[in-house]
């Protein structure tokens, strides 16, 4: 038997269902860092759903407690972030964002990279 689960719109940020740990491992030597990399990626893809400043309906879903315009949060939410967004060995995640623009399959596998060595 399969339940039906909600539906949800074409805009939305908030899902029920992860992709798969992407089992993406911190490159040596590690040269992304939140200022080179992780800042510019939350801004580009995450923060029009994912921010503290974003109420309300103007979230799309997103969870009130799931924001990435601090540092400690992207680092407490990591891997939810990789399970909705990463890339690496085990495969490519691309439920998040759901609208344009979205990041490249090498964007996203940095990305799990910079997650894997703990953000820094």
């Not at 801004?43 to 924001?67: E, W």
């Not at 439920?95 to 703990?118: F, H, I, N, Y």
Request: glycine residues 10%; contains cysteine.
């Amino acid at each position: 038997i399969v339940a039906a689960l909600p539906t949800v719109g074409a805009m939305s940020c908030h899902h029920e269902h992860a992709g798969v740990p992407t089992q993406a491992v911190c490159p040596t030597p590690q040269t992304l860092t939140y200022a080179n990399f992780g800042q510019a990626f939350m801004q580009s893809y995450c923060l029009r759903c994912h921010s503290s400043s974003v109420q309300g309906g103007a979230r799309n879903g997103a969870p009130s407690d799931h924001n990435y315009d601090v540092l400690s949060d992207i680092r407490s939410l990591a891997d939810h972030i990789d399970l909705h967004a990463g890339s690496g060995p085990a495969g490519t995640n691309e439920e998040m964002p759901e609208g344009d623009p979205k990041p490249t399959v090498a964007e996203r596998a940095k990305l799990s990279q910079w997650l894997a060595c703990g953000a820094p």
